[in-house]
């Protein structure tokens, strides 16, 4: 079973350009989550997909990050325009269930904001 | 060896010893606590969870401890292998996060020397 695929690996972008990230669930999962790990701290909630309906988004830090989950299937992340305080790894993850509890990680995608 | 949170974030042990991750977390009415290990360039890997009904749980060379009064929570690998080299995240199912999503920890960075 494929697990949880994120695209690009990695980003390099200048301050003020657009970036989006790709996250691919594993089949089946309804709940989808994006989470990021900035400058080396912890890793903060972003926002929560049940489906293609958007649960809870109040770790989305600001109107720049706009996250879209169309379909129920894959979903994506749009940084725009881009700050430096955005450098980070984005993470994405899937669950079967709500709880928001066992989640699956992708690998990430290392943004670089420079 | 052991580390405490986020005051000592790099643990060292000597490959076959027994390692020991400490992390507290804030919240005494969080019900479900989990370990994630991430290495380099992948996400973070599930390890082992426990909920606060329970103090103790055992896994392959992994046991979590949960210590509600105090609100502590350790992670212990016995005969640490070089593979165990990666950095440790705690997260915990908090009424701050709504229950709905994990609070994670800055993480641990263990480092196994042959």
């Known amino acids: 079973e494929a697990g949880v695929t994120q695209f690009p690996s990695h980003s390099v972008i200048e301050k003020g350009q657009t970036v989006t990230l790709r996250c691919d669930p594993i089949s089946g999962h309804d709940n989808l989550y994006w989470y990021r790990r900035v400058m080396g701290k912890e890793i903060k909630f972003l926002l929560h997909f049940v489906k293609e309906s958007k649960q809870d988004e109040s770790g989305m830090p600001n109107n720049r990050f706009l996250a879209e989950r169309t379909g129920g299937t894959y979903s994506t992340l749009k940084v725009q325009p881009a700050e430096l305080e955005d450098s980070g790894v984005y993470f994405c993850a899937s669950s079967p269930d709500p709880s928001g509890e066992k989640l699956f990680f992708g690998s990430g995608t290392q943004l670089s904001v420079l | 060896g052991e580390s405490v949170g986020l005051h000592l974030p790099t643990l060292s042990v000597q490959e076959g010893d027994n390692s020991i991750i400490n992390c507290a977390y804030s919240?005494?009415?969080?019900?479900?606590f989990i370990w994630y290990k991430q290495e380099s360039g992948k996400g973070p890997q599930f390890i082992i969870d426990?909920?606060?009904?329970?103090d103790k749980r055992q896994g392959q060379r992994v046991t979590v401890l949960l210590n509600k009064t105090v609100k502590h929570l350790s992670l212990q690998i016995a005969a640490t292998q070089p593979g165990d080299s990666a950095v440790y995240f705690c997260a915990e199912n908090s009424p701050r996060g709504g229950y709905n999503k994990l609070i994670f920890g800055a993480g641990t960075r263990l480092a196994v020397h042959p």
């Open positions: 426990i909920r606060s009904n329970m």
């Open positions: 919240n005494s009415a969080s019900d479900y």
